[in-house]
């Protein structure tokens, strides 16, 4: 079992600046990949970036060049470093992890609003 808490999100302007949080709760940190998924009112749960425990990355095409996922395997911790942010990046942000073992096991945060708005 794993325990993800994410922290970071809030009201933040067009063109500014975040950085989401994840603290996850288990033995095994580098058993699992970590992500970082965004849900928007009225839409599907989607990708936004993943990381691998010895840091290989994915991004969604709509946040590469703005938005950097990091892992700190000692903390065990996950980030995401978000720039540039604009009104379609308004969602919840959910922290995921992964088995790498077990592709049905996964873990989900409670989620993190981030609201971009002037």
């Known amino acids: 079992q794993v325990q993800l808490v994410e922290s970071g999100g809030g009201l933040v302007q067009p063109g500014g600046s975040l950085r989401l949080s994840c603290a996850a709760s288990?033995?095994?940190?580098?058993?699992?990949?970590m992500g970082w998924y965004r849900q928007s009112p009225g839409q599907q749960r989607e990708l936004v970036a993943t990381i691998s425990a010895t840091g290989k990355t994915n991004y969604a095409d709509s946040v590469k060049g703005r938005f950097t996922i990091a892992r700190d395997n000692a903390r065990k911790m996950v980030y995401l470093e978000m720039n540039t942010i604009g009104p379609e990046d308004t969602a919840v942000y959910y922290c995921n992890a992964a088995s790498i073992f077990d592709t049905s096991i996964n873990y989900w945060g409670q989620g993190t609003q981030v609201t971009v708005s002037s």
């Open positions: 288990t033995t095994a940190f580098t058993a699992y990949r």
